[in-house]
């Protein structure tokens, strides 16, 4: 992994992103190596000759442009992070998600973070002094061998449920991005249920869901990952790009059933 030192232009950067604002991307890159990610394109804005997931750019001076940047800037939702993961393990060392949450904590933005680590923990303290904020785990799949093949590098599925249950206990409103839903290994309904099960017993009270998108752009890296270790797998993601509509159309209908049976605030994403 190559890590280099860089600067950033502007520390919150506006989204497109329905119901965000700003995006605030400490990192450029992430370590978590999952297979499936949707930043790739960022490398194209970095010289690097490395492939996506092999190198991260720490931006150094976000922390100083952010201090200049918010008291010009109109409050509104701030997302952590939409290109990167704020919590990778790199954060332990710089902290410079850490620095900016502590920035924000006096000013009146609301504060959005999406991570799939666990040392978001470390940042409780600072969380508690936001006044507006939400923090949401992603799970892409209930069974945690499966988890540990796309997204290698990330917090394990049970340190990401016992992160939850921390948040909610230290009063910190959370909720769980439930994707992309992986063909073949996600999309069972009955060990979807038990997922939302679980997560209607943790009082999870928000849950997003999303299918997997860009999977033609993936077709490589998926082939490359199960190529050997499950030829199934491969043809029915195979099948899943040549039927890609009627796959969704499939999921999004056996979703709304299964979600029928829970309790806990929905949105289907797609
Ligand atoms: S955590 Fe997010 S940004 Fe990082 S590799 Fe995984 S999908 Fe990409």
Known sequence: MKITKGKCKNALVKSRIEG????????????HGCVYCYAEFMKKYTNHKEEWGEFVDVKINIIDRLR????????????????????????????????CLEILTNFDFSVSIQTKSDLILRDLDV?????????????????????????????????RFEALIKLKENGIPTFVFFGPILPFFSDNMNSIRLL????????????????????????????TLLE???????????GVIDHEKRYSEWLK??????????????????
């Open 68 to 99: 200049e940047q918010i008291r010009k800037t109109k409050p509104g939702v701030v997302m952590v992070s939409t290109v990167t993961d704020a919590y990778q393990p790199l954060e332990e060392k710089y902290q410079l998600t850490r620095k």
């Open 196 to 223: 939302f099960e679980r997560l209607q017993k943790m009082k999870i009270k928000k849950v997003y869901l999303d299918k997997m998108n860009y999977i033609k752009g993936k077709r490589k890296k998926i082939s």
């Open 127 to 159: 969380l508690k002094k936001i006044k507006d904020k939400e923090v949401g785990f992603t799970i892409t799949c209930p069974d945690s061998n499966v988890q540990k093949m796309f997204e290698p590098c990330a917090s394990t599925l049970e340190r």
């Open 228 to 238: 050997g270790r499950s030829p199934q797998a491969l043809r029915f993601y195979e």
């Open 20 to 31: 965000v604002d700003y995006a605030l991307n400490p990192y450029t890159g992430c370590q």
């Open 253 to 270: 209908s056996n979703l709304a059933s299964a979600l029928s049976e829970f309790s806990f605030e929905a949105e289907v994403l797609f």
